[in-house]
């Protein structure tokens, strides 16, 4: 792990994405506590009027007064949330899914892949508004539990194709042998050693969960108002009396996309991260093998 961490470090755009993550998740955590206006208080005196951005309002208010700083750190924090719980209700889902459909092979993995190419068929945003349409409370917690159990089949065939690799092992024949039971041989042996992979899907999922949830809450199927993300304030800014209020939609807009681009480029860094370390750890291998063979 200490030589994936070092390899990371060395990815420029990786650690540059790590550092705007960082400032945007403590931005979430803490702007809300000392932000000193409402994300919800509606300003009667400015309905329909929406200000500028200026020193007092840095990011201007919207149609009802309310301030967009104060709105954008709630809502990334809202965003946030949504993004990593989904991302870890998919990642344990998709794992011990096709953790168990790799180790079983035989018939029980081909229906168990089948399973997954026919839920692959459907396009997932569209199976999700489906699912949400069908669901007559728009919590939180419903909008994770959608997003995380409809967004697990990519892990799944990722999980699968490492476990078929790392069954074949010696190490686990060896674990055979000795008579270690399926069970622990799957969350012992196989699962931790097809864990690289997963990193880095966990890593993008994240980034994908946002972008999911902000077009179900741009549908009004997602986060409900008064409570901000970063979905409803693009729907807030499409009304046509936000025509003359271009921050409205510049604010969520890039926020979205800059911290999408932050996750993609920091899991990208993983990637390659973990692809050098295992080559090179690969190499001393292939060296030391053919010594011996040639002895």
């Known amino acids: 792990m200490k030589l994936v961490v070092k390899r990371f470090l060395r990815e420029g755009p990786a650690v540059a994405g790590l550092a705007v993550l960082i400032i945007v998740i403590g931005a979430a955590i803490i702007g809300p506590l000392v932000d000193p206006f409402s994300p919800i208080a509606i300003s009667h005196a400015l309905l329909g009027n929406p200000l500028a951005p200026s020193p007092a309002h840095p990011f201007g208010t919207d149609l009802l007064g309310r301030d967009e700083l104060a709105r954008a750190l709630v809502g990334a924090r809202v965003s946030l949330t949504i993004g990593f719980t989904a991302m870890v209700v998919g990642i344990v889902f998709g794992t011990l899914y096709g953790a168990i459909s ?92 097809a864990f690289a992979p997963v990193v880095v899907a966990a890593t993008l999922a994240v980034g994908d969960n946002i972008l999911t949830e902000a077009g179900l809450s741009f549908l009004g199927l997602g986060v409900q108002v008064p409570t901000p993300s970063w979905g409803n304030m693009l729907q807030d800014a499409l009304l ?3 025509q003359s209020a271009p921050w409205l939609i510049l604010v969520p807009g890039l926020l979205i996309v800059v911290t999408l681009l932050a996750f993609n480029v920091v899991g990208e860094g993983i990637r390659i991260a973990f692809d050098r370390s295992i080559s090179q750890s690969a190499a001393p291998a292939a060296s030391s093998a053919a010594e011996e063979a040639a002895a």
Not at 111 to 126: C, E, H, K, N, T
């Open 240 to 242: 046509p009396a936000a």
């Open 102 to 193: 790799g180790a079983a092979g035989g018939v029980v993995d081909a229906l168990m892949m089948r399973v997954v190419d026919a839920l692959l068929s459907f396009p997932s945003f569209f199976l999700i508004i489906t699912v949400e349409a069908l669901t007559d409370h728009f919590t939180l917690a419903v909008v994770v539990l959608v997003i995380g159990m409809l967004s697990w089949m990519g892990v799944a065939r990722l999980v699968r194709g490492e476990i078929l690799s790392v069954r074949e092992r010696d190490f686990v024949e060896a674990a055979r042998a000795l008579g270690v039971g399926p069970v622990r041989l799957l969350f012992r042996h196989l699962i931790p050693n």
